[in-house]
């Protein structure tokens, strides 16, 4: 009986010990499934409070299909850091965006320029002649010894928006510049925009300087000035047509040139200054309102004025918190966004639109607002009865135009595309800065409008990141110790489980 029960007791001991070499291989083993399934299959859940780790969609997508390499050259701030506290923080941004992207895409190399690192430096200098500190610099490999660059400032008020005193970040458009800077040095060749000149309309050179620079850094589109009368067809190359404001009437043979233009599949962007009854007393007459009737909008009279609702007092500036169902309004409406519009006319749909076309409103102004038709210098500050008031969704002040073709048009879409603003000046630099900073809310709705008519709907809206409330701060220190405690605290929290079990158990 005595040897039986010794027997036994070995037999238990045995077994209690097995039971722990098997928890503790059946645990290994799964932590390491877990990480080989991690490595070749990446998803990352950002929680913390500013998504700091989160990426637009559009970017993981325009990363995944990168082909060809791209590097990142990081260089800090020198002195000007101690001028701008909120720098400390943005440049932390940058390093946790440039090492997602980093994940996404094995084309993207970064590296830090800094007194450690020559030979970066050197490599850097070959590039570019100048260097200036506080600043990101593109690399593109386009093959055979080719390279193409691109150099990008760090600035408060483009890159991010903080308080240089207290270092707090309000905004940061990091991810959207960073995108730019990739595209500008892996795309083929720019895109070109038409912009039409000789009828008193706003040029890069005078009046859309802040657009032509912006659309060029952000999006690599560069703006050319066309005159209609010149030609009988819009060049090949054109992506887009950009009439800005004009101020005299337009000849029948320069419509000619446009319809055709579209019949081929073309997009045009239209912004007029409102129509008055009394003429050119101060709205021009153009004809464009004859023109657009064949696509089944038009122009009101008058322009819309607001005493509720408007920009520093200025019953004339309305800002259009309210968007139509249109593929250039993707997201704004969650982002709590707000176009500025300054001296805008109703834009509506005619009575009888013709049944190739698609009439589609973007934005509206308030249902406080209603349609002036006097002197500009002599608005009422309210309506008093004889004006056409705005009803509850309030009225129309842009409007987005799909006109399907009989065939492919040059650009192999199946449809043309006209997308019309009540409001030249919205386009004008005195518009797109305020107090000395760029308004990036039109900015970026303009951008998204010319991604629409250059039939880019999958880059339409990036979001910008407002940080807001930071209670969980995760520096890349405390990731790397998270990162351990996980790899090796784990499986030593389990090995001393289980001993634990098999000495209680002993006794």
Same mark, same amino acid.
């Given at each position: 009986?005595?040897?039986?029960?010794?027997?036994?007791?070995?037999? $238990?001991?045995?077994?209690?010990?097995?039971?722990?070499?098997?928890?503790?291989?059946?645990?290994?083993?799964?932590?390491?499934?877990?990480?080989?399934?991690?490595?070749?299959?990446?998803?990352?859940?950002?929680?913390?409070?500013?998504?700091?780790?989160?990426?637009?969609?559009?970017?993981?997508?325009?990363?995944?299909? /990168?082909?060809?390499?791209?590097?990142?050259?990081?260089?800090?701030?020198?002195?000007?850091?101690?001028?701008?506290?909120?720098?400390?923080?943005?440049?932390?941004?940058?390093?946790?965006?440039? $090492?997602?992207?980093?994940?996404?895409?094995?084309?993207?190399?970064?590296?830090?320029?800094?007194?450690?690192?020559?030979?970066?430096?050197?490599?850097?200098?070959?590039?570019?002649?100048?260097?200036?500190?506080?600043?990101?610099?593109?690399?593109?490999?386009?093959?055979?010894?080719?390279?193409?660059?691109?150099?990008?400032?760090?600035?408060?008020?483009?890159?991010?928006?903080? *308080?240089?005193?207290?270092?707090?970040?309000?905004?940061?458009?990091? %991810?959207?510049?960073?995108?730019?800077?990739?595209?500008?040095?892996?795309?083929?060749?720019?895109?070109?925009?038409?912009?039409?000149?000789?009828?008193?309309?706003?040029?890069?050179?005078?009046?859309?300087?802040?657009?032509?620079?912006?659309?060029?850094?952000?999006?690599?589109?560069? /703006?050319?000035?066309?005159?209609?009368? =010149?030609?009988?067809? &819009?060049?090949?190359?054109?992506?887009?047509?950009?009439?800005?404001?004009?101020?005299?009437?337009?000849?029948?043979? %320069?419509?000619?040139?446009?319809?055709?233009?579209?019949?081929? $599949?073309?997009?045009?962007?239209?912004?007029?200054?409102?129509?008055?009854?009394?003429?050119?007393? +101060?709205?021009?007459?153009?004809?464009?309102?004859?023109?657009?009737?064949?696509?089944?909008?038009?122009?009101?009279?008058?322009?819309?004025?607001?005493?509720? %609702?408007?920009?520093?007092?200025?019953?004339?500036?309305?800002?259009?918190?309210?968007?139509?169902?249109?593929? &250039?309004?993707?997201?704004?409406?969650?982002?709590?966004?707000?176009?500025?519009?300054?001296?805008?006319?109703?834009?509506?749909?005619?009575?009888?639109?013709?049944?190739?076309?698609?009439?589609?409103?973007?934005?509206?102004?308030?249902?406080?607002?209603?349609?002036?038709?006097?002197?500009?210098?002599?608005?009422?500050?309210?309506?008093?009865?004889?004006?056409?008031?705005?009803?509850?969704?309030?009225?129309?002040?842009?409007?987005?135009?799909?006109?399907?073709?009989?065939?492919? $048009?040059?650009?192999?879409?199946?449809?043309?595309?006209?997308?019309?603003?009540?409001?030249?000046?919205?386009?004008?630099?005195? *518009?797109?800065?305020?107090?000395?900073?760029?308004?990036?809310? *039109?900015?970026?709705?303009?951008?998204?409008?010319?991604? +629409? #008519?250059?039939?880019?709907?999958?880059?339409?809206?990036?979001?910008?990141?407002?940080?807001?409330?930071?209670? #969980?701060?995760?520096?890349? =220190?405390?990731?790397?110790?998270?990162? +351990?405690?996980?790899?090796?605290?784990?499986?030593?929290?389990?090995?001393?489980?289980?001993?634990?079990?098999?000495?209680?158990?002993?006794?």
């Amino acid at each position: 009986m005595g040897d039986s029960m010794k027997k036994w007791g070995r037999k $238990g001991r045995m077994m209690q010990w097995l039971q722990v070499f098997l928890s503790i291989f059946f645990l290994l083993a799964i932590l390491l499934g877990v990480n080989i399934l991690a490595r070749d299959h990446y998803v990352r859940k950002d929680m913390t409070s500013d998504r700091s780790f989160a990426l637009d969609d559009f970017t993981k997508k325009m990363l995944s299909s /990168l082909d060809r390499d791209v590097t990142l050259y990081l260089v800090p701030p020198g002195p000007q850091q101690g001028q701008d506290r909120a720098l400390g923080p943005v440049w932390q941004k940058i390093h946790i965006l440039c $090492g997602e992207f980093q994940k996404r895409s094995s084309r993207i190399r970064v590296k830090q320029i800094t007194e450690a690192d020559p030979a970066a430096m050197e490599e850097l200098k070959q590039h570019f002649e100048v260097l200036v500190t506080n600043s990101i610099y593109f690399l593109g490999d386009q093959g055979g010894e080719r390279y193409s660059i691109k150099a990008l400032q760090v600035k408060r008020g483009k890159f991010y928006d903080g *308080n240089p005193n207290t270092g707090e970040v309000i905004n940061f458009w990091g %991810e959207r510049w960073l995108v730019a800077g990739i595209r500008s040095v892996t795309m083929a060749q720019k895109r070109i925009v038409y912009s039409v000149i000789g009828h008193g309309e706003a040029s890069a050179d005078q009046g859309l300087r802040v657009l032509m620079r912006f659309l060029e850094e952000r999006e690599g589109i560069e /703006l050319r000035p066309i005159v209609l009368r =010149d030609i009988t067809r &819009i060049p090949s190359d054109a992506t887009c047509v950009l009439i800005p404001g004009p101020r005299r009437a337009f000849s029948v043979a %320069e419509f000619d040139v446009l319809e055709s233009y579209l019949g081929e $599949g073309g997009s045009l962007f239209l912004a007029l200054y409102p129509l008055s009854k009394r003429g050119e007393e +101060w709205g021009p007459r153009t004809g464009f309102n004859e023109f657009l009737k064949g696509y089944g909008i038009q122009q009101g009279l008058g322009f819309v004025c607001d005493a509720i %609702e408007n920009y520093r007092g200025d019953v004339r500036f309305i800002p259009a918190r309210r968007f139509g169902g249109h593929p &250039i309004n993707t997201g704004v409406q969650n982002l709590n966004t707000t176009v500025t519009l300054p001296y805008v006319s109703v834009v509506e749909k005619i009575k009888s639109v013709p049944p190739y076309c698609t009439v589609t409103p973007l934005l509206f102004s308030a249902p406080t607002s209603w349609e002036e038709q006097g002197r500009v210098e002599q608005v009422r500050p309210r309506p008093d009865g004889e004006e056409r008031l705005a009803p509850d969704d309030g009225m129309p002040v842009a409007m987005a135009v799909s006109t399907r073709l009989a065939k492919p $048009g040059r650009n192999g879409r199946e449809d043309a595309r006209i997308v019309f603003w009540g409001s030249a000046q919205a386009l004008g630099d005195a *518009n797109l800065v305020s107090m000395g900073y760029p308004n990036v809310e *039109n900015l970026e709705y303009i951008l998204n409008t010319f991604r +629409w #008519l250059m039939g880019e709907e999958k880059q339409i809206s990036i979001p910008p990141k407002r940080p807001g409330q930071r209670p #969980l701060d995760l520096t890349p =220190d405390v990731l790397n110790r998270i990162k +351990w405690i996980t790899l090796l605290g784990f499986p030593a929290l389990g090995l001393f489980v289980g001993i634990l079990a098999w000495f209680l158990r002993r006794k």
